[in-house]
């Protein structure tokens, strides 16, 4: 009794800054459906920005919110749904998207990533105090779980919209 592949929601996946909220937002507009960032539902739910969530509370406390949302909605259909850079890192995330959504990876390469680093908002606890050399180590070993959990990805220099259409044609939306 699972969803039709038509009424799945779409799950944007990638590190962060690589681009999931502005696609995930397209999306939604190009496919008519509901765009959800958890990231976003996280802080409504704290009434906080993530990085005081963090402060607070400790990543566990994230993590386990993270996951609550995301269980929740993935299960629905016609989403879009951006979620943080890190929730891939739960297996149970990664299981329940693979099972109900099509997950979509944006698939940043480094030199490009490194060019928007300056643009990425002090409210990313992760980046915070790390080194250029302990952020690649990161991005390279989360690359490898994005790699090896998705069912559509687009590459680098990806304009949002044309990620969008390509979309939709793929699923003859
Ligand atoms: C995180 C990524 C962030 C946010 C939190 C943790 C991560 O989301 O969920 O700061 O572990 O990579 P974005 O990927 O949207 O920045």
């Not at 802080?43 to 995301?70: C, H, N, V, W």
């Not at 940043?108 to 990313?124: F, G, H, M, T, Y």
């Amino acid at each position: 009794f699972g969803l039709s592949i038509r009424e799945k929601s779409i799950v944007c996946i990638g590190f962060m800054g690589a681009g999931k909220t502005t696609v995930g937002q397209l999306l939604a507009q190009r496919l008519y459906r509901n765009f959800v960032d958890i990231d976003v539902e996280i802080e409504k739910e704290f009434a906080m920005p993530i990085s005081q969530i963090f402060r607070l509370y400790g990543e566990p406390t994230f993590r386990a919110k993270e996951k609550d949302l995301i269980v929740k909605y993935s299960q629905q259909p016609l989403n879009v749904i951006s979620v943080g850079g890190g929730a891939f890192l739960q297996k149970e995330i990664q299981d329940i998207c693979m099972t109900n959504c099509i997950v979509l990876f944006l698939d940043i390469s480094w030199e490009s990533w490194k060019e928007r680093v300056q643009l990425l908002a002090d409210n990313r606890p992760l980046l915070k105090d790390r080194s250029l050399e302990d952020i690649k180590t990161l991005f390279l070993e989360r690359q490898s779980i994005y790699s090896l959990n998705h069912s559509a990805f687009i590459v680098d220099d990806f304009k949002a919209q044309e990620a969008a259409d390509y979309l939709a044609g793929a699923l003859k939306l």
